[in-house]
């Protein structure tokens, strides 16, 4: 049995796309369509790496990644955050690291930029699942 | 005939004896020791009519009695001569003022028999002497009498009042303070060669502030010839030269003012005469300001509303926007405001002014383009932007095909050729959409009612809202005017901002939500309002909504709604905003300032 990979993501085709790359390197993934879900899901199987969409309807990516690094039990989980938005550009002018009550959280683990480069992605998996 | 000295030729002798007495330039009147006139010449008849058999205090005076102090009556007693004033009342009523000699003449016995009374008139001297003395007191200006060595011998009463007493001092330390006589001395132009001389001086007066006096001298002289003294009148002119000074630096301020403020300014007098073209006139207008200052062709100048407005009894009227034509007939556009000057109802001038609106109406398109470019160009960022998504379906889908392929799995591939199926299908919608949004269009506007689009809009969707259990209610302020609009591109903002409104709440976890579409006017912005309960937006998505082409909704949207609704509002020169709290909704809010609306014509030609 493989590692067990979280992927988020509202994109149906995303979801399917990752989830079928995931599988044929060996990997467990698990799925859910939007933030809310996959928060349970995490709880509840405890992945060894979560893949997380950015911009997503109701709570977006961001919000789930900074619960996860404040969660005692889920801080320790490595995230990747995948998105449409570039990383360099958009996500810069927000200061997502810095959370309401002053407290920094450590960056994500990785990025992946859509459109994905397949090979980088599961060599990323690879590297912070390893 | 040869006379001894002392002897009087016989014919003088006669002429003393019969004429001296009719010819004398005197009055003379003889009276004995009763007071009673003996005989008098024509000259006192005159005067005091015939006073034949008459008391000479009846003559004089007009009294019943000898007068209290009769100098006649001491003449008659000691026998001596004297002269004294007396004032009595001439034959028609009116006080006289004489020099009188009293002389005696001896009878054998050596007795005062009569005396003789001779009198002259010097009424006239009186009163001018009188006149001349109050000139000099009380004249409103320093006036005093100065010697050679310049000191004052006698000086005016104002003179006295302001500088004290000063006979014996110097006119220069009196009326300047110094030590030493001025170098421009008039009073020593007047001695040196005898005539008046005036002129301008400053000085300090008492309270040692500085005091500008007028001075004229003249020469005092008895006789006509030889003279020891000047007359010398001063006038304070202090005031009368700060009003001046006051006036000319008025005047120079006003001047500059006039000349060098942007505004083309104008004025009038009640013929309709121009007195004032500053420059900024002449260049708005491409008039030179001689051709027109003096000459009544202010009518020219003025808006006729301007003209419409003063011919109806208005006194001014402000035109935000109007325009003018210059000399060449070239249309320009300006602020204008006028006023007309009244004095009760009579008419006593006018002025405007004019601000040329080329500059700013230049600015403005300029702004407007740049938005628009603005806007083009984030599109085009955007758009490639929205495609990574269907991008990454693609690659998902050729990837799943490949996979399926390799492991034998029909269900994989099957799965992967229906992911390429639906992301070409979700670009060939993302094309079509992006064509129609992109194809040069511009808003073709027309006067209607702001309140309506929305009010139908609203209709449209009450169905929709009530099919997915949500609250639509429609706001509307009742007077808002009519504004050129596109109202089929309105209509589009206004559905999308409502469907997206609607979307939110399907996603929100609240059960009973509620979007409300409101139209109101404040300040000449109408702004249109959509505010939902819904689900909101985290922090992160709201800046990213109209800059990004994005979509939340999954497979169900194109991301081009927002930019759609932006773009529209752009065209139309207003803006978009939206405020957002997660899981307590989202207010989308669209103004539109009315004088930034596009024109039905006219503006839009450049852009083609």
């Excluded at chain 2, 006149?131 to 006698?154: A, G, Q, T």
């Excluded at chain 2, 100048?301 to 419409?308: K, S, V, Y």
């Excluded at chain 2, 929709?464 to 209509?491: C, G, K, P, W």
Aim: proline share 3%; aromatic share 8%; net charge negative.
């Amino acid at each position: 049995m493989g590692k067990k990979i979280m992927l988020i993501d509202d994109e149906e085709d995303v979801l399917e796309f990752l989830k079928t790359a995931l599988e044929d390197n060996g990997y467990s993934p698990l799925i859910a369509g939007n933030a809310n879900d996959g928060l349970s899901i995490i709880r509840e199987q405890m992945p060894d790496l979560v893949c997380l969409d950015i911009l997503m309807p109701g709570e977006s990516g961001i919000s789930l990644f900074q619960k996860l690094r404040v969660d005692p039990d889920l801080k320790k989980i490595p995230v990747i955050l995948n998105s449409g938005l570039s990383f360099s550009r958009d996500l810069k002018h927000i200061d997502y690291l810095k959370l309401e009550d002053g407290r920094t959280i450590p960056k994500p683990d990785g990025f992946i930029e859509k459109p994905v480069n397949i090979e980088k992605f599961v060599d990323l998996v690879r590297e912070l699942t390893s | 005939m040869d006379l001894k000295k002392g002897d009087i030729p016989a014919e003088v002798r006669s002429w003393m004896g019969k004429q001296l007495f009719e010819q004398v330039p005197n009055n003379i009147v003889v009276i004995d020791r009763d007071f009673k006139v003996v005989i008098a010449n024509d000259n006192f008849k005159t005067v005091f009519g015939d006073p034949d058999g008459r008391y000479c205090f009846e003559v004089y005076k007009g009294r019943k009695s000898v007068c209290e102090k009769c100098m006649a009556a001491r003449t008659f007693e000691d026998g001596k001569v004297r002269v004294t004033d007396e004032v009595g009342i001439d034959k028609s009523g009116k006080p006289a003022h004489y020099v009188v000699h009293n002389a005696p003449v001896f009878n054998v016995s050596g007795e005062v028999a009569y005396v003789i009374e001779m009198s002259y008139d010097v009424t006239e001297t009186r009163s001018l002497q009188k006149e001349y003395n109050i000139l000099f007191e009380r004249v409103p200006c320093y006036v005093s009498v100065i010697n050679r060595d310049l000191k004052i011998v006698r000086a005016n009463e104002l003179l006295r009042r302001t500088f004290g007493e000063t006979t014996g001092e110097y006119c220069y330390e009196v009326y300047k303070d110094r030590t030493e006589r001025c170098t421009d001395c008039p009073a020593m132009k007047t001695f040196a060669d005898g005539r008046s001389y005036s002129s301008r001086h400053t000085g300090v007066n008492k309270n040692g502030e500085t005091t500008h006096y007028v001075v004229s001298t003249a020469p005092l002289s008895r006789s006509g010839g030889e003279f020891s003294h000047v007359i010398e009148m001063s006038v304070d002119v202090t005031d009368v030269h700060r009003l001046s000074e006051e006036l000319e630096k008025e005047e120079r301020f006003r001047r500059i003012l006039i000349d060098n403020t942007l505004d083309a300014l104008i004025a009038v007098d009640e013929t309709g005469k121009v007195n004032i073209f500053n420059h900024a006139a002449e260049r708005l207008f491409k008039v030179s300001r001689d051709d027109v200052i003096g000459k009544s062709r202010g009518r020219r100048f003025a808006p006729r509303e301007f003209l419409d407005a003063m011919g109806e009894g208005g006194s001014s009227l402000s035109l935000p926007e109007t325009t003018i034509k210059d000399s060449e007939g070239e249309t320009i556009p300006v602020r204008f405001t006028g006023a007309v000057l009244r004095d009760r109802d009579a008419v006593i001038g006018g002025a405007a002014f004019f601000q040329d609106l080329r500059q700013i109406k230049q600015l403005e398109k300029d702004k407007l383009d740049n938005e628009r470019l603005a806007a083009v160009g984030q599109t085009v960022a955007q758009l490639a932007h929205g495609i990574k998504n269907i991008l990454t379906g693609l690659q998902g889908g050729m990837y799943v095909i490949k996979s399926g392929q390799k492991s034998g799995s029909t269900e994989k591939t099957e799965k992967g050729w229906k992911m390429l199926d639906r992301n070409v299908e979700r670009i060939t919608d993302l094309v079509k959409g992006f064509l129609s949004f992109s194809k040069g269009h511009t808003p073709e506007v027309q006067s209607v009612d702001p309140v309506s689009i929305a009010s139908e809009v609203f209709n449209l969707y009450q169905d929709a809202a009530a099919q997915q259990n949500v609250t639509l209610r429609f706001q509307a302020q009742d007077d808002i005017a009519d504004a050129y609009m596109d109202s089929e591109d309105i209509h589009t903002c206004l559905a999308n901002l409502i469907s997206n409104a609607i979307d939110a709440c399907q996603t929100s976890e609240s059960d009973s939500c509620t979007v409300t579409l409101s139209v109101q006017e404040r300040d000449g912005t109408i702004i249109y309002e959509v505010v939902d309960t819904g689900c909101g937006m985290e922090y992160d998505i709201k800046n990213k909504v109209f800059t990004t082409f994005f979509t939340t909704k999954g497979l169900g949207g194109t991301g081009l709604g927002l930019m759609v609704t932006r773009k529209i509002v752009q065209e139309h020169g207003g803006r978009i905003t939206v405020d957002s709290v997660p899981g307590e909704g989202s207010s989308f809010r669209i103004e539109f300032k009315r004088e930034r609306l596009p024109q039905p014509e006219g503006q839009q030609k450049g852009e083609g």
